[in-house]
């Protein structure tokens, strides 16, 4: 059976101090769920604060992008051994927000993810198309460059620890989310296509989160889905009473 994981993207939200209560808050209320991988992903400055926090529970901690070098002249930019040292094991790259407001692309995605598995540290690596790609039949098309183009020259096994987060860009915040149908026409073709790159057993082993105003209300019936093996939720990640919810029903499935 494959693992189930819900991660919560905070964005650029919080101050510390209360990313310290919510993350507390978050591992109160998940405490006794043990058949859920639970991950939240602040932003990086509360990384310490937060790894104190949640000491000791369920939770595991992430941020929210990574350079592919580990040091050097690149202003702005953290590494994964600074990541790890702080306690993350999980990383989320290739955010549809990071590829739209701020230049990434799936060579990027790429560079990443080779960094990053080499690293320790699990890698979310988002994707998904926009409403004008949808609407103008192109979404097996995205969904293949992207992963094409950002798995290009990754080794990847059943025990590599690779996430992937299926995430139609159209339902990003936006309170629309994708028909149970959609999400798992969606999941089924990117596992096929990791099938056909990587063999059946490793695309069988591998979690695709599904990421797109999931809440408490839709949870079930999108994880119900054959193909979704969890979510990446924004929005209700900062609600600790709606993450819990999504995660407890994401346990009972
Ligand atoms: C996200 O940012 O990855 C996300 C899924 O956001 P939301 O749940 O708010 O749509």
């Avoid at 529970?57 to 592919?68: F, M, P, R, T």
């Avoid at 094991?89 to 692309?105: A, C, D, L, P």
């Avoid at 460059?145 to 990847?156: C, D, L, N, S, T």
Wanted: hydrophobic share 40%; net charge negative; charged share 20%.
């Amino acid at each position: 059976m494959r693992e189930r994981i819900i991660a919560g993207n905070w964005k650029m939200n919080t101050l510390p101090e209360e990313g310290a209560e919510l993350a507390h808050e978050v591992a109160k209320a998940v405490k006794d769920i043990d058949n859920v991988k639970i991950v939240i992903c602040p932003p990086a400055t509360h990384l310490c604060h937060i790894s104190n926090a949640i000491k000791g529970s369920n939770v595991g901690l992430g941020a929210q992008n990574v350079h592919w070098e580990e040091k050097g002249a690149f202003t702005g930019e953290v590494s994964t051994s600074m990541l790890k040292a702080l306690g993350c094991q999980w990383v989320i790259i290739g955010h549809s927000e990071r590829r739209q407001m701020f230049g990434e692309t799936d060579e990027g995605v790429n560079k990443r993810l080779r960094h990053i598995v080499k690293s320790n540290i699990r890698p979310i690596v988002c994707i998904g198309e926009t409403l004008e790609e949808r609407q103008a039949g192109d979404t097996f098309k995205v969904l293949e460059r992207q992963i094409r183009i950002g798995f290009e020259g990754v080794e990847m096994s059943g025990n590599s620890g690779v996430v992937i987060a299926y995430e139609p860009v159209w339902a990003i915040g936006t309170g629309l989310t994708a028909t149970p149908e959609q999400a798992q026409e969606a999941h089924h073709f990117i596992r096929e296509l990791l099938s056909e790159m990587y063999g059946s057993e490793n695309a069988a082993a591998t979690v695709i989160q599904y990421g797109g105003s999931m809440n408490e209300k839709n949870a079930d019936v999108l994880m119900s889905c054959e193909d979704v093996d969890g979510g990446l939720i924004g929005g209700a990640s900062l609600k600790p009473e709606s993450f819990a919810a999504i995660v407890n029903a994401s346990s009972m499935i």
